[in-house]
T-cell receptor
Framework: GQNIDQPTEMTATEGAIVQINCTYQ??????LFWYQQHAGEAPTFLSY????GLEEKGRFSSFLSRSKGYSYLLLKELQMKDSASYLC????????????FGTGTLLAVQP | GAVVSQHPSRVICKSGTSVKIECRSL??????MFWYRQFPKQSLMLMAT?????????EQGVEKDKFLINHASLTLSTLTVTSAHPEDSSFYICSARRNAIAKNIQYFGAGTRLSVL
């Protein structure tokens, strides 16, 4: 089966840096996504990692270690609008490439 | 690009009625679309994988006769909740994966909040 763990909630200060961790156990790993979801809205794509290492995209970076079953999302220069849930999702399922989502981390950015 | 439109955004219905939700990829073709369900403060749970021109693949525990999926074209998939009951009240979200793109990125619709009275 598959199992994904993320912290339930985090709080950070505007302008700071925050790291959201995700650990997973799965058979048939085909990549890992991070999505951002504001309350009552659809998830929006942030990053995709399939190989080990760091992917940087503006204020957001994502890291993957396949051997450790570990990823993190790094958010720099936090803004109030970054307050949202951050969902870690792994790709599995062979040709279908389905996503299984973690429970999400609710990030609150405070002034 | 990569816009997914989902309609309606909100629906309130009486118990026993059927509700149809549409998911459209507006600017790309999607052989594969996915339907998720999300309860408050929980993550997305995959219900089924919708394949254009063939039967949908349902996840374990999801009743295929209850949640009818039709994927008649490369840009449209529909989910029909048949004989809806209050326990079916939830946030339903669709996603679409672009054809001919190596990455497995799924683009999500805005979701449909279903309330069954």
């Amino acid at each position: 089966g598959q199992n994904i763990d993320q912290p339930t909630e985090m709080t950070a200060t505007e302008g700071a840096i925050v790291q959201i961790n995700c650990t997973y156990q799965t058979s048939g790993f085909n990549g890992l996504f991070w999505y951002q979801q504001h309350a009552g809205e659809a998830p929006t794509f942030l990053s995709y990692n399939v190989l080990d290492g760091l992917e940087e995209k503006g204020r957001f970076s994502s890291f993957l270690s396949r051997s450790k079953g570990y990823s993190y999302l790094l958010l720099k220069e936090l803004q109030m609008k970054d307050s949202a849930s951050y969902l870690c999702a792994i790709v599995y399922g062979g040709a279908t490439n389905k996503l299984i989502f973690g429970t999400g981390t609710l990030l609150a950015v405070q002034p | 690009g990569a816009v997914v439109s989902q309609h309606p955004s909100r629906v309130i219905c009486k118990s026993g009625t059927s509700v149809k939700i549409e998911c459209r990829s507006l600017d790309f073709q999607a052989t594969t679309m996915f339907w998720y369900r999300q309860f408050p403060k929980q993550s997305l749970m995959l219900m089924a994988t919708s394949n254009e021109g063939s039967k949908a693949t349902y996840e374990q525990g999801v009743e295929k006769d209850k949640f009818l999926i039709n994927h008649a074209s490369l840009t449209l998939s529909t989910l029909t909740v048949t004989s809806a009951h209050p326990e079916d009240s939830s946030f339903y979200i669709c996603s679409a994966r672009r054809n001919a793109i190596a990455k497995n990125i799924q683009y999500f619709g805005a979701g449909t909040r279903l309330s069954v009275l």
